[in-house]
């Protein structure tokens, strides 16, 4: 038997969503080794290997362009299932910045992108940045209530705006979301107790953590309601934050602890549509003239409030006068005589969502608030890692050496067609990466929102760093072969191994929120040169 009929044989399952045939829908091995997870990094000699995916347990030699790999997928007796990934990118115009934000998408091997509010002006100036958070709210919601409930368990990544660009492939991103899912849902279940099971209380919704609570006020639930940071503020000792800009009052920087709306989103289509549809309702209350920022803090801290309402009760506390009205602490540089304003109690559920934050900046870290803590580095030299360390005085230092989930991460350069394309053979370890250091995390998103004294022009000097920038070309053409493609198999879901496929087989621009297609050329208008770093 042939290594394409084993193959096809026994992996007629792994399949598009959509697909009638049963028969393995791509053909050869080269196409199908993305959907393991992989642990090649070492890739010099020509080895084994050694696949053990989901139902069938089976050994599978397989043979690459350049060496052959060792790969030991965790078993699981049940067959995997499919579901698509989704990107959302709300983006009204083609420039520069949508142009790097979609290439970066492709070159990674992530869903082609959906852009909502593309071509749409906005000019209002009775509304907030003239109308895009409403239009954006809703256009999101109609993307989510138009797939129906036959696509509840497909994931949909939303990288609002187009500063936030990809590092990491999907496959890290996604295990990453299930790991902190699974410590957030440890967590809950510490600080509710049995209402946690009870009630049924999990974290699904995962938004970028930040450490202002702005526009809301203090007093608010959506500010003091939600959980401290579960990071030890001696993450950034010594450092400390200036308040409301003036240099005399100083705070003791403190970790994210409140959502970022204006940054990533990932969330299952099920809980994503109730969540919309609870922001397009607090919109629809209160007006065009708020925020989606707003919207969104009020309805995680409304979820907070009523979770320890919900822990109260099941564990029959006579009053939650105290922790209602609690004393804010004096070494905060708060007030102690203000009362927070309270809600009423709810009776069930109804304000829950599964909403958490991702307090480390695994998935996305906003630039903005701590741009020193940042550094490229290549953590294939101990040189740079101790420098990084060393500019901003963290000791001990906590970036030595690669991140584990990287060194098991499929190569930086693989592509489906790689093997036609001539492409480094570097590891994760060989490349420049942008590295938190003072929590060592390299996140999978970069997001730069920085417009603090003119810095909006880091995000160009980012780009030439990208550690793709050098090969862009050649890592395009590598992707752009028309298919409805495997992005990941995800051997973490909580219900059992998943395989995730883009639904588009074009792979040259991008979807509107209506269906229509905006090719490379309206999304990348003039800026090729930008893009490209190059006089062509």
């Known amino acids: 038997m042939g290594l394409s009929s084993f193959i096809n044989g026994h992996y007629a399952r792994l399949r598009d969503p959509e697909a009638d045939s049963k028969d393995f829908p791509w053909g050869t091995w080269d196409t199908l080794r993305v959907l393991i997870p992989a642990t090649w990094q070492n890739g010099r000699s020509r080895k084994v290997l050694l696949g053990v995916i989901a139902f069938i347990g089976a050994l599978v030699l397989a043979v690459g362009a350049a060496s052959e790999h060792i790969i030991v997928p965790q078993p699981r007796t049940e067959a995997p299932t499919s579901a698509y990934l989704h990107l959302l990118r709300p983006t009204a115009t083609g420039n520069v910045d949508s142009c790097r934000a979609m290439l970066s998408a492709l070159v990674l091997g992530y869903p082609v992108p959906t852009m909502h509010v593309w071509g749409q002006a906005f000019n209002n100036r009775d509304l907030v940045e003239g109308g895009i958070h409403m239009s954006t709210l809703f256009g999101v919601l109609h993307y989510l209530q138009e797939l129906g409930s036959d696509r509840d368990r497909d994931l949909v990544i939303i990288a609002s705006g187009s500063d936030a660009w990809f590092q990491l492939p999907p496959d890290v991103l996604i295990q990453r979301y299930h790991q902190i899912n699974k410590g957030a849902n440890e967590r809950i279940k510490r600080s509710m107790g049995k209402a946690a099971d009870v009630e049924g209380i999990k974290q699904t919704i995962l938004f970028t953590a930040d450490e202002s609570c702005k526009p809301n006020s203090e007093e608010e639930p959506a500010c003091y309601a939600v959980p401290d940071s579960p990071l030890s503020p001696q993450l ?80 029959r506390m006579e009053s939650l006068t105290k922790w209602l009205r609690p004393e804010r602490e004096k070494e905060k540089g ?12 709810y009776r069930g559920k109804p304000l829950e969502f599964g909403i958490g934050l991702d307090y480390l900046g695994l998935i996305s870290h906003p630039s903005a608030s701590g741009e020193s803590d940042f550094a490229w580095v290549h953590y294939n030299s101990a040189d740079e890692l101790k420098n990084a360390s060393q500019r901003i ?3 001990p230092p906590r970036i030595t050496a690669l991140p584990e989930d990287l060194v098991l991460a499929r190569p930086p350069y693989f592509a489906f067609n790689a093997f036609e394309i001539d492409l480094p053979n570097s590891t994760w370890s060989d490349l420049p990466l942008l590295t938190n250091v003072r929590t060592g995390v390299v996140p999978a998103i970069l997001y730069d929102n920085a417009k603090i004294n003119g810095r909006t022009a880091r995000r160009y000097e980012w780009w030439r760093q990208m550690w793709y920038q050098p090969d862009l070309k050649s890592l395009i053409k590598a992707n752009i072969l028309p298919s409805k493609r495997p992005i990941a198999v995800d051997t973490d879901h909580p219900d059992g191994d998943v395989v995730w496929f883009d639904k588009e087989r074009e792979r040259r621009g991008a979807r509107t929120e209506t269906g229509g297609w905006i090719p490379w050329e309206e999304v990348c208008r003039g800026s090729y040169s930008r893009v490209f770093e190059t006089d062509e």
């Open 236 to 315: 950034y000792a010594p450092y400390t934050d200036r308040k409301n800009s003036n240099p005399d009052i100083q705070v003791p920087r403190q970790p994210p602890r409140y959502l970022k709306y204006s940054g990533v989103i990932i969330g299952p289509v099920k809980e994503m549509r109730a969540l919309y549809r609870r922001a397009g309702k607090k919109s629809n209350a209160v007006g065009d003239k708020t925020d989606l920022q707003r919207i969104f803090n009020e309805i995680y801290g409304e979820q907070e409030y009523q979770r320890k309402v919900m822990a109260a009760r099941h564990s």
């Open 334 to 345: 708060l007030a102690t005589e203000t009362t927070y304003h309270t809600m009423d109690d």
């Open 393 to 395: 005085h963290v000791k």
